[in-house]
């Protein structure tokens, strides 16, 4: 693999991005989990499952959309409206194509170096989001 030239976020492709993303969202939670719990590896994880699952990212979205900038509303529209071959099995096609969506914008922002918008969209995830709400 040839690593002399870096590749511009604009020409990733939003599956790319969405990559990326749900790595930014899961070590975020991670973190915050860590840091604020005293639990089990076990009891971690399964907290942290109501925060990176299809339905709760969907959610997330949700609570978080009217926030978006134009430019960002425009990246998760790109993201959510990628071909995928595949859905998550205990989420419908639009809570994965949302999540997918989510995960592009997550994505798109940390490449692009806006980890403060990043981190205010999370803190906000944080403060609002019920992660037991059904």
Known sequence: MNESEKIDPRELS???????????LELLV????????????????????????????????QLLEPLFTEDELAVFKRGRNASKASVAKH??????????????????????????RVHQLFEVLWQQFEPDQK
Do not use: I, M
């Open 91 to 116: 989420a419908s096609p639009e809570e994965y194509r949302a999540s997918t969506g989510f995960e592009c914008l997550l994505g798109w922002l940390y490449l692009n170096g806006q980890l403060e």
């Open 14 to 24: 939003p599956l790319a991005l969405a990559f990326v993303g749900d790595s930014v």
């Open 30 to 61: 991670r973190q915050r989990l860590v840091e604020h719990h005293r639990l089990s590896a076990g009891k971690l994880n399964a907290e942290k499952v109501k925060y990176v699952s299809a339905k709760a990212q969907f959610r997330e979205q």
